[in-house]
């Protein structure tokens, strides 16, 4: 049996996991909340700028970086967005559990 078959086998034991579906789920809700949607745009313009000071060598402004830790704050106490990196976090843990396996077996 090829890699390619028990990769795409593995894909979709994946794809049938809680961590998966979970994940896609908060996805989902993320696509129809506007205001949580609005919190990470609003990060990520001020992560922009924070790194594009550190590019030419300057420390982010230090209002950036106090809008940037209470809007992470806000995100945080957003439902959607705290299933969201709830979900991702245990997708990320499932997927380091392949990993990991897939390496132990490797060096067996």
Known sequence: ???DIKAKELADAVKESEEFKNLTSAHAR??????????IRQIQKLQEKAFEAQRQGT???????????ALEVTAQQN???NK???AQEKFNMLMHNV????SSELYK
């Open 59 to 69: 420390p982010a402004d230090k209002s950036i970086i106090d809008q940037l830790k």
């Open 30 to 39: 993320l696509k129809i909340d506007i205001s949580a949607q609005d919190l």
């Open 1 to 3: 049996m090829s890699i």
């Open 79 to 81: 439902d959607t967005l």
């Open 99 to 102: 990993s990991e396996k897939i």
């Open 84 to 86: 969201l990196f709830k």
